[in-house]
């Protein structure tokens, strides 16, 4: 059974940065893709970011663009987000996701993509 439990999240000011990790567990990621999503009250989840396990490669919304960084370490099966110069805005429950097959191309920015969710992490960022 596929895990992916998130950590690190917390109230920070802005301008300031956290470090996100999601932790998986329970399948071979090798030739997937991961991604973070955020949801904010009232609105629609929102693509952050995307890392492929095999190759690393990366792909980010235009809203985190330059501020955030996603990462991954295979041998601990753990991935990563980076978050600096934080802005209010940017707050939201955070959440990973494993892919729903394995990566072709594309951005896969979209929800449907994905078939295992974490439970999702709260970033809170006062101004």
């Known amino acids: 059974q596929v895990q992916l439990v998130e950590s690190g999240g917390g109230l920070v000011q802005a301008g300031g940065s956290l470090r996100l990790s999601c932790a998986a567990s329970?399948?071979?990621?090798?030739?997937?893709?991961m991604g973070w999503f955020r949801q904010a009250p009232g609105k629609e989840r929102e693509f952050v970011a995307r890392i492929t396990w095999s190759s690393g490669a990366t792909y980010y919304a235009d809203s985190v663009q330059g501020r955030f960084t996603i990462s991954r370490d295979n041998t601990k099966n753990t991935v990563y987000l980076q978050m600096n110069s934080l802005k209010p805005e940017d707050t939201a429950v955070y959440v990973c996701a494993a892919s729903r097959s394995p990566y072709f191309g594309g951005s896969y920015s979209s929800p449907l993509q994905y078939s295992y969710w974490g439970q999702g992490t709260q970033v809170t960022v006062s101004s």
């Open positions: 329970g399948r071979t990621f090798s030739s997937y893709a």
